[in-house]
T-cell receptor
């Protein structure tokens, strides 16, 4: 079965600084990978997804993520963080075959300081 | 489309009472998922349906929890009797197919407080 780990529980960055949120997955074949964002009091919103092809994928709100098979990682990046990016971020993995639901990581809370 | 609609947004109830959470998925979506979110456990999958049929309910914590999907446009999650440890945010999500092509669409959640 697939699994996903987000090593960082909480990250604080300054507004305008770059951001990288880590995600490591475990799955024997090529996974389906997702990043979601949850603003306070809201549900999860899809930021971006990866299935195949170009390993650098672009998402909404200026986010991007890079799939690195050799490292089993799918890290989320943003070159310049805005205060409105403060939220909880979830990485999720889906199996390439079968009917299993997405498996979500425990999330990384991002705080943005002035 | 109005997205996935959950009601109520907030629910405060006394221990021992029955609680019913409601979800209206996106029209045309054939998968529906119920999640529970807590600080300690993060996002837990409770149960999911495909074409209104429950596929896997192994995440339902106890017999006090039950879920139904009588038709493609409505699902309920019921807790009877409720306990303080059930306090959490409950999310409903729906998807077209397994959700791998377009991801899941989540509702805004129901914040349940059992006192």
């Amino acid at each position: 079965a697939q699994s996903v780990t987000q090593p960082d529980i909480h990250i604080t960055v300054s507004e305008g600084a770059s951001l990288e949120l880590r995600c490591n997955y475990s799955y024997g074949a090529t996974p389906y990978l997702f990043w979601y964002v949850q603003s306070p009091g809201q549900g999860l919103q899809l930021l971006l997804k990866y299935f195949s092809g170009d390993t650098l994928v672009q998402g909404i709100k200026g986010f991007e993520a890079e799939f690195k098979r050799s490292q089993s990682s799918f890290n989320l990046r943003k070159p310049s963080v805005h205060w409105s990016d403060a939220a909880e971020y979830f990485c999720a993995v889906g199996a390439g075959v079968g009917n299993t639901p997405l498996v979500f990581g425990k999330g990384t809370r991002l705080s943005v300081i002035a | 489309d109005a997205g996935v609609i959950q009601s109520p947004r907030h629910e405060v109830t006394e221990m021992g009472q029955e609680v019913t959470l409601r979800c209206k998925p996106i029209s045309g979506h054939d998968y529906l998922f119920w999640y529970r979110q807590t600080m300690m456990r993060g996002l837990e999958l409770l149960i999911y349906f495909n074409n209104n049929v429950p596929i896997d309910d192994s995440g339902m914590p106890e017999d006090r929890f039950s879920a139904k999907m009588p038709n493609a446009s409505f699902s309920t999650l019921k807790i009877q009797p409720s306990e303080p440890r059930d306090s959490a945010v409950y999310f409903c999500a729906s998807s077209l197919g397994r959700g791998y092509n377009y991801g899941y669409t989540f509702g805004s959640g129901t914040r349940l407080t059992v006192v």
